[in-house]
């Protein structure tokens, strides 16, 4: 049996890391940014609009989601294919504050606008705009 030196500092390769993974990073990011009880402004909606005007139609999508959902007792939000987006530009929503997670699970991530008032508000005064 072949006996090894001990060495100080040395981290076992079955301990926890010393510095979390990338992935836990931005899903600790996302959680506290989707968990954030400030909810957006009306200027903030409208300048996220402005330079973002493809979300316009998934902001819309999201708020008649939420509207139908109200009449079910079940309902937990709107998923990433109902308001026609990629995941990862849903995610953009969140971390600005607009919408956040309300359920996640192993296949699936529900999402809600965190006041949908306000971008019925915001969408409503952009039409009536142009």
């Not at 139609?57 to 937990?76: D, H, M, T, V």
């Not at 956040?100 to 999402?111: E, P, Q």
Request: net charge positive.
């Amino acid at each position: 049996m072949r006996v090894l030196p001990k060495k100080a500092n040395l981290v076992s390769r079955t301990s926890p890391s010393q510095h979390p993974s990338r992935a836990t990073i931005l899903s600790q990011a996302t959680i506290e940014a989707s968990s954030d009880s400030i909810g957006p402004h009306e200027n903030h909606v409208e300048q996220f609009l402005a330079n973002h005007p493809d979300y316009r139609k998934a902001l819309w999508l999201a708020a008649r989601s939420e509207e139908e959902g109200l009449a079910n007792p079940s309902y937990q939000g709107w998923q990433w294919s109902d308001i026609e987006m990629h995941p990862t530009r849903v995610l953009k929503l969140v971390i600005e504050g607009i919408a956040k997670i309300s359920l996640r699970t192993r296949r699936a991530t529900y999402y809600l606008l965190k006041e949908p008032e306000l971008i019925k508000t915001v969408l409503k005064s952009s039409v009536l705009k142009k």
